[in-house]
C-alpha cells in the first residue's frame, strides 16, 4: 500500500526556523515526483512545488520560489519543506502529494504566532 | 488561471450536481477533479478530464477538454457534500478556487 506519512503539527514563532517531513513507502520513492501543497485557513489549495528525489531536480511556483526550500533524502524516502524565517501568514495546512496526484499525505498544520 | 463555477451549489439528496470549470488557456485534457472534506487530505476523483481514479464510483464522471470542463456527480449521496477542486496540470499546477457542494 502507498503511503505518504508527514510530520506532526507544529507552533512556531515568527522569524524561527522549520523543516517539516514527508516520509514515503510502498513503491519506489526515487521514481515519482514529489509536490508540496499549501492550504491557508478556510482557503483554498495552492501548489508551492515539486521535487523528484531520484536526481533531487526541484521546481517552484513563482509565488512561493525564494520564500522556501524543498528536498529529499532518497535513502530514507523522504521529502521536506523547509522554511528559514517563518512569518504569521505562513500558518496553513501543508500537504504533499505524488507526482500521480492519487496520494496524498494527511497534512501537517504549521501555526507560526507570537 | 483556473476559474470554477458556481462558488456554492446547493442540491437535495439524489438529485445530481453539475460543477463547471474553465481554463484561462487551454490545457488540453490535463485536468483533475478533487474532493475535500473538512480535515482531510483532498481525495482525487478524475484524472485526464473523464478518467476516474482507483475506488472512485461510477456516479462520478468529468467531461471537457480545452477550456471547458463539467464534473457531474449523478443521485447524490449524504458523504457527497464537500468542497471539491479542479486541477490543470498541463502547464505547472493550478488549482481553481473550488465549489462547495452544499444540502439544500
Known amino acids: 500500500e502507498v503511503q505518504l506519512v508527514q510530520s506532526g503539527a507544529v507552533l512556531k514563532k515568527p522569524g524561527e526556523s522549520l523543516k517539516i517531513s514527508c516520509k514515503g513507502s510502498?513503491?519506489?520513492?526515487?521514481?515519482?515526483?514529489i509536490g508540496w501543497v499549501r492550504q491557508m485557513p478556510g482557503k483554498g489549495l495552492e501548489w508551492m512545488g515539486i521535487?523528484?528525489?531520484?536526481?533531487?531536480?526541484?521546481r517552484y511556483s513563482p509565488s512561493f520560489q525564494g520564500h522556501v526550500t524543498i528536498s529529499a533524502d532518497k535513502s530514507i524516502s523522504t521529502a521536506y519543506l523547509q522554511w528559514r524565517s517563518l512569518k504569521a501568514s505562513d500558518t496553513a495546512i501543508y500537504f504533499c502529494?505524488?507526482?500521480?496526484?492519487?496520494?496524498w499525505g494527511q497534512g501537517t498544520l504549521v501555526a507560526v504566532s507570537s | 488561471v483556473m476559474t470554477q463555477s458556481p462558488a456554492t451549489l446547493s442540491v437535495s439528496p439524489g438529485e445530481r450536481a453539475t460543477l463547471s470549470c474553465r481554463a484561462s488557456?487551454?490545457?488540453?485534457?490535463?485536468l483533475a477533479w478533487y474532493q475535500q472534506k473538512p480535515g482531510q487530505a483532498p481525495r482525487l476523483l478524475i484524472y485526464?478530464?473523464?478518467t476516474r481514479a482507483t475506488g472512485i464510483p461510477a456516479r462520478f464522471s468529468g467531461s471537457g477538454s480545452g477550456t471547458e470542463f463539467t464534473l457531474t456527480i449523478r443521485s447524490l449521496q449524504s458523504e457527497d457534500f464537500a468542497v471539491y477542486y479542479c486541477?490543470?496540470?498541463?502547464?505547472?499546477?493550478?488549482f481553481g478556487q473550488g465549489t462547495k457542494l452544499e444540502i439544500k
Open positions: 486541477q490543470q496540470y498541463n502547464n505547472w499546477y493550478t
Open positions: 521535487i523528484y528525489p531520484g536526481d533531487s531536480d526541484t
Open positions: 510502498g513503491y519506489s520513492f526515487s521514481t515519482y515526483w
Open positions: 485526464g478530464a473523464s
Open positions: 488557456q487551454s490545457v488540453s485534457s490535463n
Open positions: 502529494t505524488r507526482g500521480d496526484l492519487d496520494n
